[in-house]
């Protein structure tokens, strides 16, 4: 038998009966993924520290937040309202005001919308479509995600329709608009002075239900929107309340930036 090293089978390498064993590179690469793998399942124990990895509890928290804040901005608002509602009790009792100017104060509130405003009204309703929806009509295509929620420029074409056909006043949910509110979505939630609310979203407008109804059939942007009510199954209803009584805005009515014109 040969001793050469280049017999077959001697798995080594050098001179004599010695040798130093060689490495192959498919052992070397065995070697460094057990190492990487064993890095990540040591770093995933480290930052689950017994928890469910997957789940994003951080975003879990973050929405608990929101609807509690969203519960005090509430409780606040009540609060706020039934102080104002003693303040003016007692200023009232004593202001040294007469009755014509305290009318006229009292029209002011009115039209101002930090009183009651009782009359006819019609409610606008707006939903998500179901989740599985698909186009209802041929020659459209099958919706994205964002075809099958309410927007925020929806829920501003109806407020602004409302308005052009000559709304007194409008609440949306339960909320009372005045001139500094601002309707706002974020996702397909609505955030409406400091409180966050979920579909389906209510519009209720005291007036003339007949011209409130015409203002919101000609609106241009309604009409877009009816496409996807239609076709994808958004949801749209509007009904005639007879006669409500709107709350009056009971939060804060100073204004922090704007500036009287000259």
Known sequence: ???????????????????????????????????????IFFTSFNTAKGTDIRTDSSLLKLSDLIQERS????????????????????????DGSSKAQDRALSGLEKDAGTQGLKGRAITVTLNDAPPNATAKLPGYPEPQ??????????????????WQGGAKGIKV??????????????????????????????????????????????????????????VYGLGWKVTDDGTVTLPGYSGTVDLHYAKPVP
Not at 71 to 94: G, I, P, Q
Not at 145 to 162: E, F, K, M, R, T
Not at 186 to 204: A, D, F, H, K, M
């Open 1 to 39: 038998m040969s001793n050469s090293a280049d017999s077959p089978g001697t798995g080594s390498t050098g001179s004599g009966p010695f040798r130093t064993p060689r490495l192959r590179p498919v052992r070397i690469l065995t070697v460094a993924v057990f190492a990487l793998a064993g890095l």
């Open 71 to 94: 519960r005090k901005n509430k409780d606040l608002d009540e609060s706020n309202a039934a102080l104002r509602d003693n303040v003016e009790s007692l200023a009232e009792s004593d």
């Open 145 to 162: 995600p964002d075809y099958l929620v309410i927007h925020q420029q929806d829920l501003q074409a109806v407020v602004n329709a409302l």
């Open 173 to 230: 949910m339960d909320q009372r608009l005045i001139s500094t509110s601002a309707v706002r979505c974020v996702g397909n939630t609505l955030i409406l002075q400091g409180r966050v609310y979920s579909p389906p979203y209510r519009i209720t407008a005291v007036g003339d239900p007949g011209a409130l109804q015409k203002a919101l059939a000609d609106s241009q942007a309604i009409q877009n929107y009816m496409v996807y009510v239609n």
